[in-house]
């Protein structure tokens, strides 16, 4: 999950990919998801494993990754698959991270990750892939519309998409509660029914939808768990009001998912 906007952000993705290799931090991505892909986000092992199941990928397909983050996913899928991956993101680290990687994994002949904001139109020809996929980072990106028909460009007729929207609005929330789950930079929320109509909107045809608030609810309180038991290695990274606010963050997710007062949903369908 990485931040694609010029708004000025907490500092959390770029601590993130700058701590990466961290012992500490390590050891949290691991009792947080069971298994370490480099993820920061709402989704294990096996909830990737079905999105690519979903996207019906291939050792054929090329696989646009937007908002790659740290590369962890996207070669997860190029391992899993035998697909293909471009990956694009805007920071440095993240980048780096994902490119050695790829390289410690002997995947840098599948997996490319190209520093390119997904604001602007992105470097790639009309109809270059099969999928794309977006993993909790819509939320980052202003015009989303604008946002899905450039998919529609990118992607060739009868291309598949998936993305993640895990800030849907689905009950009473308090301005205190949205400002700390929006602690790690900048969010958006969503209105139930608003990603259908932009889907719509945009020329692509959604296939299915499925609400994946259940794993918030148990990756948020794993998370801070994790994070908890390492306080004073993190603080020392972090500073304790980092720490702090990253804490908070996770209890008031936990709170409002567990209450499906915010919810997360993933969006699948294609290009006709």
């Not at 990466?20 to 709402?42: H, K």
């Not at 529609?152 to 700390?180: C, N």
Request: with cysteine.
């Amino acid at each position: 999950m990485t931040m694609q906007t010029s708004s000025p952000s907490s500092g959390f993705y770029e601590r993130a990919f700058r701590s990466f290799s961290s012992t500490a931090i390590s050891e949290v991505r691991r009792e947080t998801y069971g298994e370490d892909l480099g993820q920061n986000n709402w989704s294990s092992v096996d909830e990737f494993r079905k999105f690519s199941q979903w996207l019906k990928l291939s050792d054929r397909s090329h696989v646009l990754d937007v908002c790659s983050g740290s590369g962890g996913p996207a070669l997860f899928l190029a391992k899993t698959s035998g697909c293909r991956v471009t990956g694009v993101d805007i920071h440095p680290d993240g980048l780096l991270t994902a490119r050695q990687l790829a390289v410690d994994f002997e995947l840098q002949s599948r997996c490319n990750f190209i520093d390119s904001d997904v604001r602007q139109p992105l470097p790639f020809p009309d109809g270059t892939f099969d999928a794309i996929w977006c993993i909790d980072s819509v939320i980052h990106i202003w015009d989303r519309l604008a946002l899905l028909r450039e998919w529609y460009r990118l992607l060739k007729p009868g291309g598949r998409f998936l993305y993640t929207d895990p800030t849907l609005v689905t009950g009473m929330l308090s301005k205190e509660e949205i400002m700390l789950r929006g602690t790690p930079g900048y969010f958006l929320y969503s209105p139930v029914g608003l990603n259908e109509r932009l889907i719509r909107e945009a020329g692509l045809c959604l296939e299915m939808q499925e609400d994946l608030t259940q794993s918030v609810v148990e990756l948020s309180e794993r998370w801070r768990i994790a994070r908890e038991k390492r306080k004073e290695q993190l603080t020392a990274m972090e500073g304790d009001k980092a720490f702090e606010n990253m804490q908070n963050f996770l209890s008031t997710t936990q709170l409002i998912s567990t209450e499906r007062r915010m919810s997360r949903a993933v969006f699948v369908g294609y290009r006709p």
